[in-house]
């Protein structure tokens, strides 16, 4: 396998070298032409759907970071008993597995797995545009129902 030189920017070529340290050079070279075409889907639809729900995921990723943080402040403010920190334990919980949903909705669309001579196939990034659509949608409904959720359970929490 042919290595590909790592940049000549200071600071940053030990650490580029460590991402791509598996990457050859043609794999470089495909990369950088996918860029240049926009991507390797080559559709200027399907380019925007993807931004769209990153900056969706992204937002909402927001949100659930900020519930998380406000919980974690709550939770030695409102919990009296054991079952009240269960409760905000819990809710962080499912909070966490909503970020990790986010998350992937971010992820990388490149992978060496998948390409065919250097591409994504077209049937891959339909697969993972339905994918992060319905992962997003699935995010961002359980926010929704949790952050009601523990809007209507904190003021029973300060009173119980």
């Known amino acids: 396998m042919t290595k590909h030189p790592a940049p000549d920017r ?19 070279a495909a990369f950088a032409r996918s860029i240049e075409n926009g991507d390797d889907a080559g559709n200027a639809e399907t380019i925007a759907a ?3 729900i ?3 995921a992204s937002g909402l990723l927001t949100h ?10 709550c939770a030695p403010l409102l919990a ?13 919980a499912v909070y966490l597995v909503i970020a990790v949903g986010c998350l992937r909705c971010l ?8 390409t065919i001579g250097g591409k994504l196939s077209r049937e891959h990034v339909q697969r993972e545009l339905i994918f992060r659509h319905e992962l997003y ?24």
């Open 107 to 114: 992820s990388v669309l490149h992978s060496r797995r998948r």
């Open 64 to 73: 659930v970071s900020m519930m998380i943080a406000g919980l974690g402040i």
């Open 50 to 52: 993807f931004q769209v």
């Open 54 to 56: 990153d900056a969706k």
């Open 10 to 28: 200071d600071g940053i070529s030990a650490i580029y070298a460590a991402l791509t340290n598996k990457w050859d050079a043609q794999t470089v």
């Open 80 to 92: 009296q008993h054991r079952y009240e920190e269960v409760l905000i334990v819990a809710e962080i």
């Open 137 to 160: 949608r699935l995010c961002i409904n359980s926010s929704i129902v949790l952050t009601i959720f523990v809007f209507l359970s904190l003021p029973f929490l300060l009173w119980w």
